[in-house]
């Protein structure tokens, strides 16, 4: 009597037993279904991650069983097409490269840490226009704040011209290229000039002595 294979269920001849073409077609057809179909979903029950897709890879499964487990499993396996390596992809199902994230998160601590870490200027004034009081210059990232405190004798410049205060130091100068900075504070703010090396004051429409408290704010490259 004919027996049958294990997985696939083949059917096996004895010595004795009649040839029978039917058999031997119906064995064909299973092998040829067996090698060419399988469930082709891309899911497979217990299959949500590749360590699990490793765990259903094992001897004994039939052909389309390990098909379907591996197709499951092989979605959770990272590929080097899908990897970026720059910032302007906003694929949000794409990850970015270990280089890059390094770049991004140097550049984070860089920031960080010129925003906590702020560089004092040390100024120069010219005491025939200006008594300093105070006044400090400071420098936190490209930010520059220079805060003026003083006293301005007016009466000792020079009628609609201006004239310079203080020098501004190497390593605080302006962007001229940007051309903006922003003036906090009362009393002589419009008359205020800001030079490529210096800060000035237009004595326009002013005179005698002034005392000022103000501040300014702008860009450096330096």
């Not at 998160?105 to 010219?126: C, E, H, M, R």
């Not at 005491?127 to 009466?155: A, H, L, P, R």
Request: glycine fraction near 6%; proline fraction near 3%; aromatic fraction near 8%.
């Amino acid at each position: 009597m004919a027996t049958k294979t294990e997985i696939y269920e083949l059917r096996k001849k004895e010595e004795n037993d009649f040839y029978n073409i039917e058999d031997f077609n119906n064995n064909m057809d299973t092998l040829e279904k067996a090698l060419t179909e399988f469930d082709d979903s891309g899911t497979a029950e217990g299959v949500t991650s590749f360590p699990e897709m490793l765990t259903k890879l094992v001897t004994g499964n039939k052909l389309a069983i390990t098909l379907k487990n591996l197709k499951a499993g092989l979605q959770f396996v990272l590929h080097a097409g899908s990897i970026v390596n720059n910032c302007v992809t906003d694929n949000a199902n794409l990850p970015v490269s270990a280089a890059m994230a390094k770049s991004l998160q140097d550049q984070i601590n860089q920031a960080n840490s010129n925003l906590k870490t702020p560089v004092i200027g040390n100024p120069t004034f010219d005491s025939s226009y200006f008594t300093n009081k105070g006044t400090q210059i400071k420098k936190i990232g490209t930010t520059v704040t220079v805060k003026i405190v003083g006293t301005i004798k007016f009466d000792a410049m020079t009628s609609f011209a201006t004239n310079k205060i203080m020098d501004i130091p190497e390593g605080f100068r302006p962007i001229w290229s940007i051309g903006e900075y922003h003036i906090l504070g009362k009393n002589v703010t419009d008359l205020i000039m800001i030079e490529s090396t210096s800060i000035g004051i237009n004595k326009q429409f002013s005179s005698g002595n002034q005392n000022v408290e103000f501040s300014i704010i702008y860009l450096t490259s330096e």
